[in-house]
């Protein structure tokens, strides 16, 4: 990756990032357009937000892009991403990244406030089990206010479509394979470029002592994550949008 005169070309990465993600999810940009279409529609266009498992900073450079007026908090336990997303927003007072662990119960108390606007997240809560994540969902429904919304983009698996979801998988890794042959970088890939680079190396070797190559987490059902959501004290909730893989669960408080 390229550097600037003053250091890091921490844009470059950004942009890595989210090509190499792109690989993945084509569709990536249409998920983020929709959550700040609902942001907007329930919120209005200066929230204040947590962008939950925020790795690089994706969800918040579109929202500050879409809503210039709105603050975020990005949270993460990633250093090697948490590194690229301070580089990439270093001066923006809009901005605030706090280190945690999603597992700890402790964690809402390294945030700088009590409660939020919209709590956004995507692609990032795979990681965890259905136990720890139905938790989280918990803690979420204290932080979000009163007509507030949280948000989920992920993978969600129907496991009653087992033929839709076998065509959509082989489908959609032809799609990929064709990519990779083009350059595209996949996530190993990304990650060998990241443990070369002289600012991220050492992030990037405590990013794998902390997560190893890959956690192995849950991908339930829309309909799980929906009520599960409701026990949590939200009082709506269901997709907004969905691809054949994933979808976007809206929950209002």
């Given at each position: 990756m390229t550097e600037t005169?003053?250091?890091?070309?921490w844009q470059a990465w950004q942009k890595?990032?989210?090509?190499?993600?792109?690989?993945?999810?084509?569709?990536?940009e249409e998920r983020f357009r929709v959550m700040l279409d609902m942001v907007g529609a329930l919120v209005g266009p200066e929230p204040r937000v947590l962008d939950?498992?925020?790795?690089?900073?994706s969800i918040t450079d579109r929202l500050l892009g879409r809503f210039p007026k709105a603050t975020s908090t990005g949270v993460d336990l990633d250093p090697?991403?948490?590194?690229?997303?301070?580089?990439?927003?270093?001066?923006?007072?809009?901005?605030?990244?706090?280190t945690a662990d999603l597992k700890d119960p402790r964690w809402t108390a390294r945030l700088p406030h009590d409660s939020y606007d919209a709590v956004l997240t995507a692609t990032a809560l795979h990681w965890l089990h259905s136990e720890p994540l139905a938790v989280l969902y918990g803690q979420l429904g204290g932080l979000v206010r009163d007509g507030g919304?949280?948000?989920n983009a992920d993978h969600m698996t129907d496991t009653g479509t087992p033929r839709i979801n076998a065509a959509e998988r082989a489908h959609r890794h032809a799609v990929m394979d064709a990519a990779k042959a083009g350059g595209a970088l996949d996530w190993a890939d990304w990650w060998a470029l990241a443990a070369k680079d002289p600012v991220l190396a050492g992030p990037t070797a405590e990013r794998f002592r902390i997560y190893g190559e890959h956690a192995d987490g849950d991908t339930p059902s829309v309909r799980w994550h929906a009520d599960t959501l409701r026990a949590a004290g939200f009082g709506e909730a269901r997709a907004v949008w969905s691809s054949p893989s994933d979808s976007l669960v809206l929950a209002v408080k």
């Open positions: 005169a003053r250091g890091t070309d890595s990032w989210d090509r190499q993600q792109e690989w993945y999810m084509p569709d990536r939950l498992a925020c790795g690089t900073g090697a991403l948490l590194a690229i997303a301070r580089g990439s927003f270093a001066g923006d007072e809009r901005v605030t990244f706090v919304v949280f948000m």
